[in-house]
């Protein structure tokens, strides 16, 4: 099984740090494994973790009125291998704005939010190339999610 640090290297997110950020990234981080159809966190929860995945892959999920008195539940997105998700807890936000749900057993890295938001405040150059990043993958994310809301 890879390192954390290893893992992080390999992200989109992570990818542009030196080794030695990204030894103090893995340090605010830990692995964990779930099984299939696990509820990782929920939309409108309190934030916590930003999560790397690196094996298996994570359902994000919204809660859509499909007509007044409606509500389903629809995947948005489907995050693969290398991919990040739960990135409000990195931006300051206090709840996060969809669920994140196993599709397969699923090994992630979760990085504590507040911790890492504290890090890239500490080291401006090392923030500016993590949240240029984390730019590009809510971009890619929320053309995903229009593609999938649209069809």
Same mark, same amino acid.
């Given at each position: 099984?890879?390192?954390?640090?290893?893992?992080?290297?390999?992200?989109?997110?992570?990818?542009?740090?030196?080794?030695?950020?990204?030894?103090?990234?893995?340090?605010?981080?830990?692995?964990?494994?779930?099984?299939?159809?696990?509820?990782? !966190?929920s939309? $409108? /929860?309190?934030? +916590?973790?930003?999560?790397?995945?690196?094996?298996? @892959?994570?359902?994000?999920?919204?809660? =859509?009125?499909?007509?007044?008195?409606?509500?389903?539940?629809?995947?948005?997105?489907v995050?693969?291998e290398?991919?990040? !998700?739960g990135? $409000? /807890?990195?931006? +300051?936000?206090?709840?996060?704005?969809?669920?994140? @749900?196993?599709?397969?057993?699923v090994? =992630?890295?979760?990085?504590?939010?507040?911790?890492?938001?504290?890090?890239?405040?500490e080291?401006?150059?090392?923030g500016?190339?993590?949240? $240029? /990043?984390?730019?590009?993958?809510?971009?890619?994310?929320?053309?995903?999610?229009?593609?999938?809301?649209?069809?």
């Open positions: 099984m890879a390192s954390t640090k290893e893992i992080l290297a390999r992200s989109e997110l992570f990818k542009r740090l030196t080794n030695e950020e990204l030894e103090k990234v893995a340090g605010l981080g830990r692995q964990e494994i779930y099984p299939e159809e696990f509820t990782i !966190f939309e $409108s /929860a309190m934030t +916590g973790d930003l999560y790397i995945v690196d094996a298996g @892959k994570v359902a994000v999920e919204m809660k =859509l009125s499909v007509y007044p008195g409606l509500v389903q539940q629809a995947t948005v997105e995050v693969l290398g991919d990040a !998700f990135w $409000s /807890a990195v931006l +300051g936000s206090p709840i996060y704005s969809f669920s994140a @749900k196993s599709v397969e057993p090994r =992630l890295v979760a990085i504590d939010g507040e911790r890492l938001h504290s890090l890239l405040d080291n401006p150059d090392m500016y190339r993590v949240m $240029s /990043a984390l730019v590009e993958v809510v971009s890619s994310s929320m053309r995903s999610v229009k593609r999938t809301l649209l069809a």
